[in-house]
């Protein structure tokens, strides 16, 4: 599972923001990422969670009834440009195997655009994000496969006045990132191979019809009420 502050201890959660704070200084004068091929082809392929303080996450980090996060995947693929996000949920008796998954496009953003934390694109290292399903599946009950059986879909919508979710690209080599949400969130990933996103699985999601629900708070709420 990636750490949080919900596991990690003060002065190590200050020396990860530390960390992340020098190699972020140190890329800064890498402006126009989105327009450089060299050093766009990093972004695809499959990284893992190491570390966030996404609310999205740590509220995934004090899971009832035995459940547990376990590793938290994304999948990117830059010239199609879609994206997907995989949290694999656990047991510490290994009665439920699970796991939360989000289909999306992600685009460049516009130069002098505004995200949820007031701050300027300046830097040109800004993706818009557009979330397309939110799946929740159990994988596994018991030890038996559930196949399609027990699942939940929901479909994100953004409200208009509601502003664009994005991602800012702080810090990229061939394997580690650094992203910051549109809200300050910091992100830490680590790429385990070059693979994209599977197209079938993405093509088999956006066929199906969920629950519509407001990106952001409203997938949070959503997520909680999944009965886990």
């Not at 704070?21 to 893992?48: I, M, Q, V």
């Not at 993706?127 to 399903?133: A, E, K, S, T």
Request: hydrophobic content about 40%.
């Amino acid at each position: 599972a990636p750490a949080t502050p919900v596991a990690l201890s003060p002065a190590a959660v200050e020396e990860v923001s530390m960390l992340a704070g020098k190699l972020e200084a140190s890329f800064l004068s890498r402006r126009g990422l989105l327009k450089d091929p060299k050093l766009l082809r990093h972004l695809s392929g499959n990284w893992r969670l190491l570390y966030t303080d996404a609310p999205e996450i740590t509220g995934l980090a004090n899971l009832p009834l035995g459940l547990a996060l376990g590793p938290v995947y994304q999948l990117i693929d830059v010239p199609s440009g879609d994206f997907e996000n995989e949290a694999l949920i656990t047991h510490k008796l290994g009665l439920v195997k699970g796991d939360l998954a989000v289909v999306g496009t992600f685009t460049s953003a516009q130069i002098g655009s505004v995200n949820a934390a007031g701050k300027k694109n300046v830097d040109g290292n800004r993706i818009d994000v557009d979330f397309q399903r939110l799946v929740f599946s159990v994988i596994e009950l018991g030890g038996f496969p559930t196949g399609s059986l027990l699942r939940k879909v929901a479909s994100p919508t953004r409200a208009a006045d509601a502003p664009q979710p994005a991602v800012d690209i702080t810090f990229l080599d061939d394997n580690l990132r650094i992203t910051r949400g549109g809200d300050g969130s910091l992100f830490v990933l680590e790429k385990e191979g070059d693979t994209g996103p599977a197209s079938q699985l993405r093509n088999r999601l956006l066929q199906e019809q969920g629950e519509a629900v407001s990106q952001g708070a409203g997938a949070i709420r959503w997520i909680s009420r999944l009965g886990v």
